[in-house]
């Protein structure tokens, strides 16, 4: 079950298979950094070491795509320093596989280094792939030894294996990536979109191959994903920026372009139960807390939001073209936790989002729903991975920000996902009535609602609700009885309707 939710600032055409409006209504829920941008280090790096003399830093200065890189700036040091990755066999690729011919290397790009032409090992920079079996053991390595025949590149420069080059022996169930400059060596050097795709199959994945999207998330962004090294479609405008920002300094930058495509930035698999240990062991570095899904379980109500802003948008483009000229929340429910578990997905679904009938909104609160759905016979509901997902045509430019995911219950019993605008009574449906009529009231923040009828001088018949409501459009059934379940007489009724300080009184007939 999943309730689509709009923004509440405008009116649009009757929505279909419970597509609502949108809300900029708070949930009030902390921040999880799980959907925060304001994270020090790239997802799946951290620093390896930094020894006294070096300077390693997620580089904004210079970048080949999506805005960051890895920097390390060194004088002679006692030791190497090292970014180094945490293990790229995750997510859905279970493994790197044996008997492919892979391509992987990466860009970089030097200032001022030290230069030579038979340098010892210590006097170098180089970047490595190192390959595990699954006891921990080595299978291999390939180091790529970066050009210092001179200071400088000029620019970012290519450096990728051969092919034929490398083809593994055996599949690896941890691959190891490390960017290291020598304890001798010294200068500035940066490492940009790395490369790991199967020349002619699918050797595997690793992940964030461009650096700009921090801890705790991940992106699939054309060509290939990222994985050769080179964005398109578009996609090469998504940077996480600090322009604009609802929570923080940083929001996450959608700039697209027109034509067809289809690409995500989406956070790693959290797990559900959790206890708030946050991400899962092997997974990627950092305290990404999200005690919100502690002790969810299947059936569970999981209310998942982001706040986004949007500017040069084709207002009429989604009423002519349909759900590819959207945005969508993408929810993925997995029975896998982590590395060489594999992807696990058995239920997923593009939550369209319907933006305002405008050229530009401001931050503006878009949410959906979900219900934490079974999994298959024999299998466990483990883990819940977000995509922020612009769709197939889309075009314009959005920032997204704060994405968090909260629990609202077992079952939720809004009648209508809508958040109005303002308190509203509707009139009683039908009126007159026998035997029974339906009242209607519209909530836009969380209040005590108390709904109650009175006969024509004032004495009470019938509680009907005396609850606390979330903001939403609710429908209450009155059956001409009273509070002891006796039918009433013929005649005038009054309905009062009180949520937080609204009040409003309408007159109903019941004819027998």
Do not use: C
């Not at 502690?294 to 939001?305: A, N, P, T």
Request: hydrophobic letters at 40%; proline letters at 4%; glycine letters at 10%.
């Amino acid at each position: 079950m999943y309730i689509y939710s709009f923004q509440k600032s405008f009116w649009g055409i009757i929505p279909i298979l419970m597509f609502f409006f949108i809300s900029t209504f708070n949930i009030n829920a902390q921040i999880n950094s799980i959907g925060s941008f304001e994270q020090g280090l790239p997802s799946y790096w951290t620093k390896g070491t930094e020894p006294a003399g070096a300077t390693l830093s997620w580089a904004k200065d210079s970048s080949r795509s999506m805005g960051r890189s890895l920097k390390i700036e060194k004088d002679s040091t006692s030791e190497a320093a090292m970014w180094e990755s945490e293990n790229m066999v995750d997510l859905w690729s279970d493994k790197h596989f044996k008997d492919v011919d892979i391509k992987f290397g990466m860009y970089y790009m030097t200032s001022g280094v030290n230069t030579g032409t038979s340098l010892t090992d210590d006097e170098k920079w180089y970047v490595s792939f190192t390959f595990y079996r699954e006891d921990g053991s080595v299978i291999g390595e390939t180091k790529f030894e970066l050009d210092q025949t001179a200071a400088s590149t000029g620019g970012w420069v290519a450096d990728t294996t051969a092919v034929g080059a490398v083809i593994l022996p055996e599949d690896s169930w941890t691959t190891i990536i490390r960017f290291v400059g020598g304890k001798d060596a010294t200068g500035t050097v940066w490492t940009d979109d790395y490369i790991f795709v199967g020349r002619d199959g699918w050797a595997g994945q690793d992940w964030n191959t461009a650096l700009g999207i921090p801890t705790g998330w991940f992106y699939w962004l054309p060509p290939i994903g990222g994985n050769d090294g080179i964005l398109t479609d578009g996609y090469e405008n998504t940077i996480v920026t600090d322009e604009f920002a609802y929570h923080g300094q940083y929001s996450l930058k959608f700039d697209m372009l027109e034509g067809t495509h289809d690409g995500f930035v989406g956070t790693i698999r959290y797990a559900l139960n959790s206890g708030g240990a946050g991400p899962i062991a092997g997974s990627v570095s950092g305290s990404n807390d999200i005690t919100a899904l502690d002790g969810v379980g299947v059936g569970d109500v999981l209310r998942i939001s982001v706040w986004i802003k949007g500017e040069n948008l084709l207002p009429d483009s989604a009423l002519v073209v349909g759900d590819p000229w959207t945005i969508a929340i993408t929810p993925i429910f997995h029975t896998t936790l982590g590395n060489n578990e594999g992807f696990g997905d058995y239920w997923a679904s593009d939550i369209p989002l319907t933006f305002p009938n405008a050229t530009a909104f401001d931050w503006t609160q878009f949410y959906v729903d979900v219900t934490v759905p079974e999994p298959p016979a024999g299998k466990e509901a483990k883990s819940i991975t977000i995509r922020l997902h612009p769709l197939g045509r889309w075009q314009g430019t959005v920032w997204m920000d704060a994405l968090e995911i909260k629990k609202i219950g077992g079952v939720t019993d809004v009648e209508d996902a809508t958040i109005p605008i303002e308190f509203s009574v509707s009139q009683n449906y039908p009126n007159p009535f026998n035997p029974s009529t339906t009242i209607r009231y519209a909530i836009p923040q969380q209040s005590f609602v108390v709904i109650k009828v009175y006969d024509i001088i004032g004495r009470e018949v019938k509680t009907l609700v005396n609850t606390e409501k979330s903001p939403g459009i609710y429908n209450v059934q009155w059956n001409g009885d009273n509070n002891f379940g006796s039918k009433v007489a013929t005649g005038i009724y009054i309905y009062r309707v009180i949520a937080g300080n609204f009040t409003q009184v309408k007159k109903m007939i019941l004819l027998k």
